[in-house]
Every structure is written in C-alpha cells, then in structure tokens.
C-alpha cells in the first residue's frame, strides 16, 4: 500500500474524521513547551498564598484570551504538529518518532514531575495512555485502517523514572480480518523492561464513532 493509496483506505472504514498535520507557527511550539514546564510546577511549586493568586489571576487571563479561539477537533493545531513533542499534545509526554514502519513504531519518551504518582516515580495510570497512543501508531504504520482499542493490558515490570529518555516500542503481533493483536514495551536507558502491555485493536465498521 502506498502513502496515496492510504488516506482513503482510512477513509471508508468507520466514522473517523481523518486529520491532516497543522502548521500553526512557532509560537504554538513555545505555547506547548511552556504549557508543559506549566503543569510541572502546577503539582510542586509551594509560593505563599499571594503567589497563588497572582498565578491564580494570569492563568485566568489566559484562559480569557483563548477562549474565543475554542475550535471543534482536528481544527485546533494540538495533536496534529508531527515535529513538536508529542505531537504538540498535552495530553500526552512529550514523545519523539524514532521509527514508522510496517514491521513496528519506535518513541523516545520523557516523563516529568507532572506525571509522578509518588516518590518521584510515574504514576502507573500513565503508562496505558502512552501504550494506547503507541497501539494506534502501530496500526497506523502498519498500513490498516482505523481501529479502536477492544482491550488493553499492561504489566509493570520496573518503576519507570521521571526526567529520563526512555524507548517505547511497538509492533502488530497477529492481525485476522478486523483484529489487530498488538504488542508494546517500555525500556530504560539500559535496555531494561519497565513495563510490557498487549491488546487487541478493532477496525471500525462504517459509520462506527
């Protein structure tokens, strides 16, 4: 299948809108990065209570300034800027593609204080949302069409460490008709496993959400 050929295989199957990348500028880009350093000190800056509600104040000013701007899915720029961290998604750590083939996907990923769940280790709900978004890359590498997550299963091997570059694989182990069956790891600086997970992916039918 060729890269032509693919956006309207991707198209005939479900009700998926298909997303094109976006090129908002690059103060989108800064937005992003400080938005991130942000949610950082949100869960560990300890100011008095003065400094709160100066915070408090320009974030709400924030909000004010971009809430006219509020734009239905695949309108706004986040999620869609493919050579920004993580695609320019706060929703997700920041992750950069290290591989895109049929044969598996390859992130470098980087945990922050943000995502600490206790004694400065990632918290372990974390971790099925980034194999979640790595499971729907694979399918997309892979070359099928757009599938849902049917179920998903993680065992936490290691504790995964914040302000570390860590690898992230995957690849489809066995696909049968509508099901993908897919697999996933988490691996330290040293190759160690942190945590593996494997799921089953399901093409949409169409009209399908």
């Known amino acids: ?24 500028g ?7 990065a400080a938005m991130r350093r942000a ?16 915070a408090a104040d320009r974030v709400e000013e924030l909000v004010k300034l971009l809430a006219p701007y509020e734009a239905p899915e695949g309108v706004g720029p986040a999620d869609r800027v493919p050579s920004l961290p993580g ?23 980087q ?21 979640d978004s ?10 099928r069409p757009i599938s849902r997550t049917a179920f998903l299963h993680v065992d936490y091997r290691k504790v995964t460490p914040i302000d570390t570059v860590l690898t992230a694989r995957g690849w489809v182990r066995e696909a049968e008709g509508r099901k993908a069956f897919v697999n996933a790891k988490l691996l330290d600086p040293d190759a160690n496993v942190l945590a593996e997970a494997h799921g089953l992916m399901i093409r949409l039918l169409p009209g399908q959400p």
């Open 134 to 143: 790595v499971f729907g890359m694979v399918i997309h590498a892979a070359g």
């Open 87 to 109: 695609a320019g998604s706060l929703l997700m750590p920041p992750w950069t593609m290290a591989k895109f083939d049929p044969d598996g996907v390859e992130l470098q990923v």
């Open 111 to 131: 945990f922050s204080r943000f995502h600490v769940g206790g004694n400065y280790a990632v918290h372990g709900g974390v971790l099925p949302l980034l194999f």
């Open 39 to 54: 949610q950082d000190l949100a869960v560990s800056a300890n100011p008095d209570s003065d400094t709160w509600d100066d």
């Open 1 to 24: 299948m060729t890269e032509e050929q693919r956006p309207s295989v991707f198209e005939q199957h479900g009700g998926f809108p298909v997303f094109e990348a976006a090129d908002p």
């Open 26 to 32: 690059p103060g989108f880009g800064r937005f992003v």
